[in-house]
């Protein structure tokens, strides 16, 4: 294959120039770093694209190089499995297989149950946030608030409306 100078392609771009017998001979060459059962499960997967697709995903998540990702690796992996070929039967129509389907449509509420928890969550943070804006905006209105009405008390002070506070208005009587 030729390398283009500048060009920047992904995995599935270049998936798009490759044969069918090709796509085949360079999953074998990626098999030796799969387990059994990532190997039976690839070999599950009937559509060779998705197939593909699938092995390429997993060798990059291998090759990311870190512990926790190669642990959860297998298990994207074998969801990223169950979703392509969820999305195969439903394109094409293939509403035979219903294992395939029941194990997409499984894949799909569990995320669904996963979105709606993530978008409540979102929500309930939003709420606090305003919460705490509003308390934020009403302290510096309150400040503000008290810095005018020192103001004016002055002014009306100034202009004889109001008494001076400070003033002491006291009578003294001379006679006993």
């Known amino acids: 294959m030729r390398r283009v100078r500048g ?67 297998l298990e994207y992996y074998v969801r990223y499995g169950k979703i392509l070929e969820g999305l195969d039967c ?18 799909l509420e569990s995320y669904c149950d996963k979105c709606v928890k993530l978008v409540e969550d979102n929500n309930r943070k939003h709420l606090e946030r305003l919460k705490a804006q509003r308390a934020q905006r009403q302290k510096e209105y309150e400040a503000e608030q008290a810095k005018y009405d020192k103001e004016i008390e002055e002014l009306e002070i100034s202009l004889g409306v109001r008494p001076c506070p400070k003033v002491v208005n006291a009578e003294v009587s001379l006679i006993p």
């Open 7 to 73: 060009a920047h392609f992904s995995i599935v771009d270049m998936s798009k120039f490759l044969t069918h017998d090709d796509k085949l001979a360079k999953m074998k060459t990626m098999y030796e770093s799969f387990t059994k059962s990532q190997v039976d499960h690839l070999d599950s997967i009937d559509n060779v694209d998705a197939r593909y697709t699938c092995a390429m995903r997993y060798m990059r998540e291998l090759s990311e190089g870190k512990k926790d990702v190669r642990s959860k690796a």
């Open 90 to 107: 439903i394109d094409n129509k293939l509403w035979t297989d219903e294992k395939k389907i029941r194990a997409f449509s499984d894949l």
